[in-house]
């Protein structure tokens, strides 16, 4: 991509500042910014804020100015999926942390939201923060964003808040501030887990006679395994009440793919596995908790299970339990079945592991399962070609 010398046109940097780095066309300005404060990590598309942000973006799109956009949040990421989706201009804004090559940063950010390079600029500031606490940044960022912009579009913006705030300043120093999109910021609330009794599904699936491992599914935050930005946010738009990455639209996209999709979710560095347990529903049912800082439970009552004969005869290996001096003792082709055993003694999930994909046609379907939440959930799924549906429901 071409780097621009000439800055003028884009930031004034302050004086005890370094400038920042350009890569991208020449974008003509005004450079008009849609504002919105932090939303719930589960977007539907008939969330005002979505639908009012959307209709912003595709309005700057259409005028032919230059949209100001950046990654994090999903009220950010949207605005540079809906601009590239309707063949607008944007400049997205970005930290540029040492060490890290952004060049090919800027590459897989094109190809994960489908960008055109022809009508999309990347703006990377210096920050002496860490790309392992990206959150760090976000306040400069913020601030250089607001003083860039020359049309500001507050959609759902927090009272007293930090991005109200931003507008405030931004009408005092002159700025155009344009709020024919606005919407009352109220923040969807999460989805709690369907409360069972624990004695019916303890009668229904003994414990003692459970001989499967489970693959429980949750909900997704961003985009499945394999699963591109552009996808995911394009089915967010999509989705009307419903949250389009629910852990019953994983289990869906499961049997609809015949093929479990290994992820890098607590996986080290490179390492991809699929996660299942040997402990029967109701205990794993005990286990289902929600998440504060990932807004999300840990997983949800949604899932495949496979007799274990069959799941060793695939490849699904026990997870080895310990502290640092046991994970080094180990030979190197042990480590990926490796897990810390941590304060919360992280045994008490009975950890199975296959270090990629679970292809179906490798298993004969009278040794899977698939277990949903509530006995109207199996008119929900797609024809599973043979293999039993149980609920967890009396």
Known sequence: MNYLIAMNNL??????????????????????????????????????????????????????????????????NLCVWVVSAVGGAQIIVLPKYDGDDFE??????????NLNPDKTGFLLFPTNTSSAKPKAAWRERDQMIIEMADRIYPVAVRPAGNMAGHVESAVAGGKTVIRDFRCEYNPAKPERLHKFDARTVAEKFPAEKWDYLTHWTRSFTGPWPDETSADYYSAVANSGSVYSRSALASLKRIISEKRIFAG?????????????????????????????RQMRYSFEPYGIAIRKEAAVAVGIR?????????????????????????????????????????????????????????????????????????????
């Open 104 to 113: 090919v940063t800027i590459d897989n950010l094109i190809l994960d939201y």
């Open 264 to 292: 890098d979710d607590h996986a080290r560095r490179g390492e991809r596995f699929v996660s299942f347990t040997e402990l029967s529903p109701s205990q794993a049912l005990e286990l289902m908790k929600w998440k504060p």
């Open 11 to 76: 930031y004034s940097a302050p004086d005890d500042k370094p400038l920042p780095d350009y890569f991208g066309p020449p974008l003509d300005r005004p450079f008009s910014l849609v504002l919105n404060s932090r939303q719930n990590k589960m977007p539907r598309g008939s969330e005002l804020w979505v639908q009012k942000s959307m209709e912003a973006a595709r309005y700057i799109a259409e005028k032919g100015h230059t949209a100001l956009t950046s990654m994090g949040m999903h009220p950010w």
């Open 318 to 394: 026990k997870v080895i339990y310990g502290d640092g001096k046991a994970y080094r003792s180990l030979p190197d082709f042990e480590k990926p079945y490796f897990q810390m055993i941590g304060k919360s003694d992280w045994s008490r999930e009975a950890e199975w592991r296959r270090l990629s994909d679970v292809p179906f046609e490798k298993i004969d379907r009278a040794d899977m399962l698939i277990i949903v939440a509530k006995n109207d959930d199996k008119a929900r799924l797609p024809m599973p070609g043979g293999i039993r549906v149980v609920s967890l429901e009396g």
